[in-house]
């Protein structure tokens, strides 16, 4: 099936995809978890180098003339340090946002698909572990490839009608070649051992977490995410590993979030600054607490 013509995310201020608003904010949520675990690792697998984007790593970009005839193998070595992942910050929901979207419409994915892509995500990211024989974090440098190859691999195994690895690598917009489309794809298959099925109940558990991003996360009308009352957002019960409090942007600092994302956290404006803004906390909490209800 070919790739549609490019898809424009919708204006900031529009209803958002629903499905596509709680998948970026896990994403988000995994992106803040890999990038307070690089302190545990030493570094990465050299196979994963090819889901790092070029366009932000100064030795490849430096040298891609250069290094254009190497195989995967030799480019492998190019891997960069971990420190070079902790240079990035964490990109902001709606780029996250964007990016989930335009893959969603150009390749004309299942809302199903999106959802066991983030099963897949965390299965792989569970197995990628810092002690592990493959070790790798969901950090700046790689997750546009990495969860566009996810969302790939879960649209050939869910969707009757499929776009090819050919599309695919066309919906990226010239970013990823075929080849690279391709070991990418072996890679992550090869990690989660070829196993793509997901049970009923699993689906169900994944379904309802992501609907607690998608109904209770504010994004106003620039595209910026609210900060929500941390005690609002624990009673929602969403996975710690997608960091909800960081995601939420929580005015409280929880004890277990580490540089750099603690100082960030400590600079968002607290619920008092809010209500200078027009929104008291009473506002806020009741508008989460509402459309958690709903």
């Not at 019960?237 to 939420?248: A, K, N």
Request: charged share 15%.
């Amino acid at each position: 099936m070919p790739p549609t013509q490019p898809a424009q995310p919708p204006a900031c201020g529009v209803q958002l995809n629903r499905t596509v608003e709680g998948v970026s904010a896990a994403i988000l949520g995994l992106l803040y978890s890999g990038s307070n675990s690089l302190s545990s690792f030493t570094a990465f697998h050299p196979s994963f180098s090819v889901f790092n984007n070029p366009k932000l790593i100064k030795t490849v970009k430096d040298n891609r003339k250069e290094n254009s005839t190497l195989t995967f193998d030799e480019k492998a070595k190019l891997n960069p340090p971990i420190t070079a992942h902790s240079q990035h910050p964490v990109p902001p929901f709606m780029t996250v946002y964007k990016h989930v979207y335009s893959l969603f419409r150009r390749a004309q994915v299942e809302p199903e698909c999106l959802i066991a892509s983030i099963s897949y995500l965390s299965t792989l990211l569970s197995h990628c572990s810092p002690n592990s024989s493959s070790p790798l974090a969901l950090t700046s440098l790689n997750w546009e490839r990495l969860t566009f190859t996810l969302i790939m691999i879960a649209s050939k195994a869910w969707d009757d009608v499929s776009c090819s690895s050919k599309s695919f690598a066309t919906c990226s917009n010239g970013e990823i070649s075929l080849a690279e489309l391709g070991r990418m794809e072996r890679l992550v298959l090869t990690v989660l051992d070829y196993t793509l099925y997901l049970t009923a109940d699993d689906y169900r558990v994944l379904y309802y977490n992501l609907k607690k991003f998608w109904m209770n996360l504010v994004v106003d009308a620039k595209g910026h995410i609210t900060p929500s009352p941390l005690n609002v957002v624990k009673e929602l019960g969403i996975p710690e590993d997608w960091c909800p409090h960081l995601v939420f942007l929580c005015p409280t600092i929880p004890n277990d979030v580490s540089p750099p994302y603690a100082s960030k956290i400590a600079s968002i404006a607290p619920v008092p600054v809010l209500e200078a803004a027009g929104v008291s906390s009473q506002e806020s909490h009741d508008n989460i607490a509402r459309r958690h209800n709903h």
